[in-house]
Each structure stands twice: as structure tokens, then as C-alpha cells.
């Protein structure tokens, strides 16, 4: 049998490399793996970004007041088999406990986040003071928190979220902790701060009727001072108060708009873009500025 020439057998082994190499890059990955190692859960649709619980089971448990914060509580989801999950603190406004924003922690946590909603050291304290807390908090929970909560935290990934003075306290958490990974501020309230250093993936969202926190004074100029490379958007829901943010069955623009930006930016899961650029519209929408995803 004659021998298979040096240069023939070069060619043979360079067509069988190219083959393996194309079938390792058009086959799917064993177990359906993601190339997002922080993608959680199923590729989202408009009704499940919208629906009251998301794919998650999850489970609560009460944390004491101390630690730099009032106390509150630690929602997380029961899933240990993909990883560790990103990380939320919310927090009421002015004179809120924390059963104003706690429709969050479910909210939240069934759509794989790991949420703590917190209860303040002083209902009538101001942003700066709400804000302290929410760092106070993130921290404790990532470190100290309860075993079960805290084996399931990324403690690189932190967002933040609050109502009102919340919000503004939100605000004032991300200009002040350029490493988080995303704000979402709900009507927010803040006097004598400027937010044109903020560099964090930053929503707001404004009430067109609000008439304690108006946009005009709180929610447009906040969103103008923060520089689009920051990644910005600013939601204002048509017909809305100022205690939009506060209930149960929260506007469906709100909180679609609130988990999306989460996923995409904490998750770095591009595959909730589609609810964030094009930008949202509706009859419940009376505004809508962005930067888009980039």
C-alpha cells in the first residue's frame, strides 16, 4: 500500500480540524449552556416581563433592624443549579415603611434577583441618609446576611432601587458607587444634588401627575444631568401620582420596563433589549427618553 504523502496527510488533518472546528462553533453547547454565563432563566416574552411573577420560585426570610440599616427583608430564588444571582436593594421614601416597595421583593426575586427591601432607621431621614443605607445594606447581606440568601449572591453584581426620597437616595447611590451595575429610581425626590457624574446604567421613571415629586422639578432634570455614557432612560407613565410607585399591582409599564433594565444591565442579558429599544409605548406612556443599549 503506498504511503500517504507528508503534504496529503497535512491536508487530510487540517479538513478533519476544520470540520471539528465548525461543529464546535454551529452545535449548541451540552445541557443547553448560554454563552452569557450571568443569563438566567428562559428567553423572556412581553407577557412574562409583565406578569406578576416570573419564572422563579423563591423564598423570604426577615432580617433585624442594625447594621447600618432598619431591618427588612431578603427575598431569593430557590434555584441553586444556575449559579449565583445579582443583587437588589430598595428602598421606601419619606415616611414609607417598608411595605410601600415590598411588592418589589417578589416581583424581583421570581425573575432571578436576589432582593432585599429595607425598612429605614428613621422614616422622616432624607436621601443621603436612605442612601448610606442601601450600600449598608448590600453590603451586610453579601457578607454577614443569612446562608441561605447569601450563597446565592454575586456580591460583583449590586443594583439599586427606591421610591421617592428612595429614588433620590437611589440616585445618589449610583453617582457614589461608580462599580454597581444598575439604578432604577421610582419618582424620585432629591434637592441640592447633581447627577452629571453618573456612570452607572441609570432608569428613571417619573409620574406625569405626580405633584410631590413633579418632573418637571425632580425626574426630567435628574435624567438630563446624567451623561448618556452612563447608558440612561427616563420613563414618565401617563395619568400617574406620585404613588405609582408604591403599589401592589404596580403599572405594567413600570415594572416591565424596571426588570428589563435589570436583566440587561446587571445580567448583562441582552435578550431583554427588545423592551428597551425601540423604546416602549402605549397609551400608559406619556414620555419616553433613552440612549439605547450600547
Same mark, same amino acid.
Given at each position: 500500500?503506498?504511503?500517504?504523502?507528508?503534504?496529503?496527510?497535512?491536508?487530510?488533518?487540517? #479538513?478533519?480540524?476544520?470540520?471539528?472546528?465548525?461543529?464546535?462553533?454551529?452545535?449548541?453547547?451540552?445541557?443547553? #449552556?448560554?454563552?452569557?454565563?450571568?443569563?438566567?432563566?428562559?428567553?423572556?416574552?412581553?407577557?412574562?416581563?409583565?406578569?406578576?411573577?416570573?419564572?422563579?420560585?423563591?423564598?423570604?426570610?426577615?432580617?433585624?433592624?442594625?447594621?447600618?440599616?432598619?431591618?427588612?427583608?431578603?427575598?431569593?430564588?430557590?434555584?441553586?443549579?444556575?449559579?449565583?444571582?445579582?443583587?437588589?436593594?430598595?428602598?421606601?421614601?419619606?415616611?414609607?415603611?417598608?411595605?410601600?416597595?415590598?411588592?418589589?421583593?417578589?416581583?424581583? #426575586? &421570581?425573575?432571578?434577583?436576589?432582593?432585599?427591601?429595607?425598612?429605614?432607621?428613621?422614616?422622616?431621614?432624607?436621601?443621603? #441618609?436612605?442612601?448610606?443605607?442601601?450600600?449598608?445594606?448590600?453590603?451586610?447581606?453579601?457578607?454577614?446576611?443569612?446562608?441561605?440568601?447569601?450563597?446565592?449572591?454575586?456580591?460583583?453584581?449590586?443594583?439599586?432601587?427606591?421610591?421617592?426620597?428612595?429614588?433620590?437616595?437611589?440616585?445618589?447611590?449610583?453617582?457614589?458607587?461608580?462599580?454597581?451595575?444598575?439604578?432604577?429610581?421610582?419618582?424620585?425626590?432629591?434637592?441640592?444634588?447633581?447627577?452629571?457624574?453618573?456612570?452607572?446604567?441609570?432608569?428613571?421613571?417619573?409620574?406625569?401627575?405626580?405633584?410631590?415629586?413633579?418632573?418637571?422639578?425632580?425626574?426630567?432634570?435628574?435624567?438630563?444631568?446624567?451623561?448618556?455614557?452612563?447608558?440612561?432612560?427616563?420613563?414618565?407613565?401617563?395619568?400617574?401620582?406620585?404613588?405609582?410607585?408604591?403599589?401592589?399591582?404596580?403599572?405594567?409599564?413600570?415594572?416591565?420596563?424596571?426588570?428589563?433594565?435589570?436583566?440587561?444591565?446587571?445580567?448583562?442579558?441582552?435578550?431583554?433589549?427588545?423592551?428597551?429599544?425601540?423604546?416602549?409605548?402605549?397609551?400608559?406612556? &406619556?414620555?419616553?427618553?433613552?440612549?439605547?443599549?450600547?
Amino acid at each position: 500500500m503506498e504511503t500517504p504523502r507528508p503534504r496529503a496527510r497535512l491536508g487530510a488533518l487540517m #479538513a478533519a480540524a476544520g470540520v471539528m472546528l465548525a461543529s464546535l462553533v454551529l452545535s449548541p453547547s451540552p445541557g443547553g #449552556a448560554q454563552s452569557n454565563p450571568l443569563q438566567r432563566g428562559p428567553a423572556p416574552t412581553q407577557a412574562s416581563v409583565e406578569a406578576a411573577r416570573g419564572p422563579f420560585a423563591f423564598s423570604s426570610v426577615t432580617v433585624p433592624r442594625g447594621n447600618g440599616f432598619g431591618g427588612g427583608t431578603i427575598y431569593y430564588p430557590n434555584d441553586t443549579s444556575q449559579g449565583t444571582f445579582g443583587v437588589v436593594a430598595v428602598s421606601p421614601g419619606f415616611t414609607e415603611g417598608q411595605n410601600a416597595i415590598s411588592w418589589t421583593g417578589p416581583r424581583l #426575586a &421570581s425573575q432571578g434577583f436576589v432582593v432585599i427591601t429595607i425598612a429605614t432607621l428613621n422614616v422622616f431621614e432624607g436621601p443621603s #441618609a436612605r442612601a448610606d443605607e442601601l450600600t449598608s445594606a448590600l453590603e451586610w447581606a453579601s457578607t454577614a446576611g443569612p446562608a441561605a440568601a447569601r450563597q446565592r449572591m454575586d456580591p460583583s453584581r449590586f443594583a439599586v432601587m427606591g421610591h421617592s426620597m428612595g429614588g433620590g437616595a437611589t440616585l445618589e447611590t449610583v453617582r457614589d458607587n461608580p462599580d454597581y451595575q444598575a439604578g432604577v429610581a421610582l419618582q424620585p425626590w432629591d434637592l441640592g444634588q447633581n447627577f452629571g457624574s453618573v456612570q452607572v446604567p441609570t432608569l428613571i421613571v417619573g409620574a406625569q401627575n405626580d405633584v410631590i415629586a413633579t418632573v418637571g422639578a425632580h425626574a426630567r432634570p435628574f435624567y438630563n444631568q446624567i451623561p448618556a455614557t452612563a447608558e440612561k432612560a427616563y420613563l414618565e407613565l401617563a395619568g400617574a401620582g406620585h404613588f405609582v410607585g408604591t403599589s401592589p399591582g404596580t403599572n405594567v409599564h413600570q415594572a416591565r420596563t424596571a426588570i428589563s433594565w435589570l436583566k440587561r444591565y446587571v445580567d448583562n442579558d441582552t435578550r431583554y433589549e427588545q423592551f428597551l429599544c425601540p423604546p416602549p409605548s402605549g397609551t400608559g406612556i &406619556s414620555q419616553y427618553q433613552h440612549t439605547c443599549p450600547g
